[in-house]
């Protein structure tokens, strides 16, 4: 036999060895082509495999639209109940820092925030204290001996009188400290802020329900006015005080009268100050004390005119002191209460009961927003590293099959 | 016939038949028909070469094209040419096929058509066939692949390039060297 005598007539003999689909096979695959080659049941594919072959089956369309909306549709869930819950731990924070008072607890719906310190400031100016005479024991102290004028520094006329009083030899208190922690009856100074929003046509009646609900509550009006005219510049303002044990039935009764806009109230603890001025009263009169049997004992007119030239001194700080300790019981009993009716649509900035307009709004739509960021940060977080090491294991398994293929080939 | 072929579409240049992703599904759709219709015997004998048994090569054909038809929306003119990218699919699933049944390929059974055919011929055609399965088997079986690729299924030297994933120069260098060690081959069977 004769070889090929060339690549051509070769690959012409090649040709001819080429494998041809059998008629019938072709015929079915040339169904199976214009039925859009609908998948084959694998009857001997475990659970696994047809699993498998089914979800390769799928169009990425078919699950990259669910995946997608799943996503979305777990973000927003997220993204609600973060905003539902997000109140909560706000007010468990607010409660947290509002340990102050502990003995008597703060009436309903009481805040605390910045106005608390210009309520507090109220009562003094009410009491008719000297100026600048606050709640905090540092400043009462101040404020001693600037009415009293016995001493040119504070700290010395305390301690001159502490010293006298050790001198006297009267018991010592329990040390007070700037909280008064051993005290178990507290003095609470109770101040409040309200603005109501109300017709023009209604300040008059508004003021009059003011005035009866101040009476009502045995409170004292310090101060008010009403006006008239068009919305936004009729109004009324009143400078009250309350029976603190009635404040909460008095701003209950404000309430009532008109629609809110904002409510601020806020307490402070004099118990430290209230008996800091008992322990200097007492100490006073046991000065006064020793000072009588002096002057009982004195032989001589210069000695007696010197002792009783300290005892009128010692005389006059106890009646300032006396003095001190009425106010304070007027700032616990007595609650401080600033009340305004306001017209026209005036908003508070800074009410938590304040309506909701366009600002709200967008603030409320940025504040979603950040959540719903913060969510999607999350669940990336969350999810990244885990889509990283499903990429991963495709690519090794990917890898891995390729290898395997060509080893079946060779 | 929802989402089938047609049958009247008639065969056109590779390069035309199958559509961009971009285009709609029924244009992809007649790109793939027009693809399965200019391929159909090609990948068969590509494939039966492969798995060298023709119930696993009509199987493995099915397949083939099965999973061409779910990814045609996804295939990317820019990466090939299309009859590439369907004998890339289908050296995947004779290979899976081969994997599976841990078998080699190897061309080493005589086709049945070839077979009957050569009992209606003189006895130097059957020499000479027998010499050209001989030849076949005695080549290493990436060499027999590419003399499937490029004989049997008629791929250019750059389609086979893309199918078995080498340069298209080294390509041409080891289909030539295998051509001349089939030659060898059969010469020395003669």
């Known amino acids: ?410 | 016939m929802k989402g089938g072929l047609g049958r009247s579409t008639s065969v056109n240049s590779s390069s035309t038949l199958v559509a961009t992703a971009e285009e709609a599904p029924r244009e992809a759709d007649v790109a793939f028909d027009r693809l399965y219709r200019s391929s159909r015997d090609d990948v068969y004998a590509y494939v039966a070469s492969l798995v060298r048994d023709e119930a696993a090569a009509e199987d493995v054909t099915a397949t083939a094209f099965e999973r061409a038809y779910r990814k045609r929306s996804r295939f990317d003119p820019s990466r090939g040419e299309p009859r590439a990218w369907l004998f890339g699919i289908a050296r995947n699933a004779a290979l899976d096929e081969l994997r599976h049944r841990g078998r080699q390929a190897e061309l080493t059974a005589e086709p049945a058509d070839l077979v009957s055919a050569a009992a209606h011929e003189s006895a130097e055609a059957s020499e000479r066939r027998l010499a050209i399965s001989t030849g076949l088997t005695a080549l290493d079986p990436r060499q027999r692949e590419l003399i499937a690729l490029k004989f049997f299924a008629g791929l250019s030297n750059a389609e086979i390039a893309d199918v078995v994933g080498v340069g298209e120069s080294n390509a041409g260098t080891k289909l030539h060297r295998a051509v001349t060690k089939l030659r060898e081959a059969c010469n020395g069977a003669l």
């Open chain 1, 1 to 410: 036999m004769e070889p090929f005598k060339d690549d051509a007539e070769m690959i012409a003999e090649l040709r001819t060895v080429r494998p041809l689909p059998s008629p019938v096979f072709a015929a079915d695959l040339d169904e199976r082509a214009a039925a859009g080659f609908p998948p084959r049941s694998l009857p001997d594919a475990s659970p696994h495999e047809q699993l498998g072959a089914w979800l390769r089956a799928l169009p990425p369309r078919r699950w990259l639209l669910p995946a997608g909306v799943t996503a979305l549709g777990a973000i927003a869930i997220a993204t609600v109940v973060v905003a539902v819950s997000e109140p909560k731990n706000d007010s468990a924070s607010i409660a947290q820092l509002s340990g102050t008072d502990r003995s008597a607890p703060p009436p309903k719906a009481e805040r605390y925030d910045a106005h608390a310190g210009s309520a507090k400031a109220h009562p003094s100016h009410a009491a008719g204290a000297g100026t600048g005479v606050d709640s905090s024991g540092v400043q009462f102290e101040t404020a001693v001996p600037t009415t009293t004028g016995h001493a040119s520094a504070p700290g010395e006329a305390l301690s001159s009188s502490a010293s006298s009083a050790a001198a006297s030899g009267p018991s010592r208190p329990a040390e007070t400290g700037p909280f008064a922690t051993d005290t178990a009856h507290r003095n609470i100074e109770r101040s409040a802020e309200m603005v109501l929003g109300a017709e023009p046509a209604e300040v008059g009646d508004d003021a009059a329900k003011v005035f009866d609900a101040v009476h009502a509550s045995d409170g004292i009006v310090l101060r008010s006015s009403v006006s008239g005219g068009a919305a936004g510049d009729a109004g009324a303002t009143f400078e009250l005080l309350i029976p603190s044990a009635k404040l909460g039935d008095a701003l209950a009764a404000f309430s009532a009268i008109a629609e809110v806009r904002s409510r601020h109230e806020a307490t402070d603890d004099i118990t430290a100050p209230t008996v800091r001025l008992d322990e200097h009263l007492r100490d006073s009169r046991a000065t006064i004390d020793g000072l009588l049997v002096q002057l009982a004992g004195a032989d001589t007119d210069s000695e007696r005119a010197e002792v009783e030239a300290e005892l009128s001194a010692e005389r006059r700080h106890a009646a300032s002191l006396r003095s001190q300790a009425t106010k304070l019981d007027r700032r616990a009993n007595l609650s401080r209460v600033s009340l305004r009716i306001e017209t026209g649509a005036g908003w508070t900035s800074d009410g938590a009961d304040s309506g909701w307009g366009i600002g709200e709004a967008l603030g409320d739509a940025g504040h979603i927003l950040a959540i719903a960021a913060a969510v999607t940060i999350v669940g990336l977080a969350i999810v990244g590293p885990l889509a990283l090491i499903a990429l991963l294991a495709w690519l090794a398994n990917r890898a891995w099959v390729r290898h395997r293929r060509e080893r079946a080939l060779s």
